[in-house]
């Protein structure tokens, strides 16, 4: 049986990860309505991927004696400057959530909840690779710039990205 606290700080977490994958699609949407088809599938498939994160969180709860709720999500941004301050936001964002999970992780150990503390070692890890690769989509934009033909480049390098995230989950089944 989930401590209360603890079921109450996942739920928080489910909150968070709605938000995450609509805050995405909608930056899909963004990209899309600026000629950013590799930006804009990026994004789809984080929004996708976000979900899933979601959809974990919910089960274990459930699973594990608790009252999973899904919440009401925000509106997310639907505007950006340029794409600099898209993927800032995103990376920002991924921030937010990795010290979310740090936190539920000390609320797991402080309430002696070994089985909660041993899921979420999941969402540590994947949060570890979700800031790394953010991280350097927004190095990758610096270093290329936003103006002139840099925007098709950029567009281009989050592709390769992409392909190289889906290569990986492919291969890890």
Not at 24 to 46: I, K, P, S, T, V
Request: hydrophobic share 40%.
């Amino acid at each position: 049986m989930l401590p209360k606290a603890v079921e109450e700080g996942l739920n928080k977490q489910v909150a968070m990860e709605a938000f995450a994958s609509q805050n995405y699609l909608a930056m899909a949407c963004w990209c899309d309505n600026n000629a950013l088809e590799g930006c804009a599938a990026f994004l789809y498939h984080h929004a996708e991927e976000e979900r899933m994160h979601m959809m974990k969180l919910v089960r274990y709860i459930n699973e594990s004696g608790g009252f999973a709720i899904i919440p009401a999500i925000a509106q997310p941004n639907l505007t950006y400057e340029n794409v600099q301050q898209l993927f800032e936001s995103a990376y920002q964002h991924e921030l937010k959530v990795s010290k979310s999970i740090d936190e539920l992780v000390d609320l797991s150990d402080l309430e002696k909840d070994r089985q909660t503390s041993t899921f979420l070692q999941w969402y540590v890890d994947e949060q570890h690779e979700e800031e790394a690769l953010y991280r350097t989509l927004l190095d990758k934009v610096k270093l290329i710039g936003i103006e002139g033909r840099g925007l098709y480049f950029i567009d281009k390098e989050v592709q390769v990205l992409l392909d190289i995230v889906e290569a990986k989950e492919a291969a890890e089944g």
